[in-house]
């Protein structure tokens, strides 16, 4: 886990806190004043909707994450990227060094975008709060296209266990930072929205969600997760028709549900 070393009489009081964040705000509402504009919703729905399987970390992107007001910050300018981006985020993990993003959206070029803009705002409000000057390096540490229902719903299971996996968590959903109380309690105005790959858990809601928690529950299969693993960071696209015998088995594993 990252560590930021700082000096605690650095840190500005809650009003200069505030202060900071609304001219971090004002300043990247000036900068996408001149971004160039996607197309409107109305023009992108026409267009074949990819998922994709994000990492973001400290190391590559320069995105320290080290409190509850930071990761609120961050996610707050996620939330209004996604929907300025015409795109849906289906699953999220925000964690001290890293955070892991499942979104739809047309291409891989407005996400970069989405993505950039985001950090571009969190960095502006990381280096005036702690008098740092950071800075990203690249728009993510690791992406990769995921097709097939199967697949996608490994993704889900992923990133609703990596707070477990890295020790920030003991139980699934006892932090806020990531997507799973929206996801397994059905949390109304979380801003995510439910992919496609989860309609085979069934259209009765509170059945839906049981379902969910179920199967998010299991143990991820550890030839699942190594293909994952290795897929996003070598950037090659999963498409589960394509899949060998032996990975199709493991994700075949892992998807039971009560």
Known sequence: MVTVDFDRDSIASSNGTLALELTAERREDE?????????????????????????????????????????????????????RHSSQLHAYALLADHAWLLVSISSHWPLASLIGQVQDAYLIYFNQRFRRSSRRLRFYSALCRVEGERVVRECYRYIEQRPLKVGES?????????????NAFGQAGS??????????????????????????????????????????????????????????????????YS
């Not at 959903?173 to 990531?178: Q, T």
Request: hydrophobic share 35%.
């Open 170 to 182: 003991e139980l699934l959903g006892d932090i806020e930072w990531s997507s799973y109380p929206s």
């Open 31 to 83: 900068r996408l004043c001149r971004a160039p504009r996607l197309p409107p919703a109305s023009m992108l729905c026409g267009m074949r909707a990819l998922t994709y399987f994000v990492e973001v970390d400290s190391a590559s992107c320069g995105i320290q994450l080290f409190d509850d007001a930071c990761r609120a910050y961050f996610r707050n300018r996620l939330f209004e990227s996604i929907k």
């Open 191 to 256: 801003g995510l929205v439910r992919h496609g790959c989860l309609e085979s858990l069934g259209s009765d809601e509170l059945g839906s969600l049981a379902r969910y928690r179920s199967f998010v529950a299991q143990p991820l299969d550890p030839l699942c997760e190594r293909y994952l693993d290795v897929a996003l960071h070598e950037r090659s696209n999963i498409e589960e028709r394509n899949l060998n015998p032996a990975i199709t088995e493991a994700f075949e594993r892992g998807q039971s």
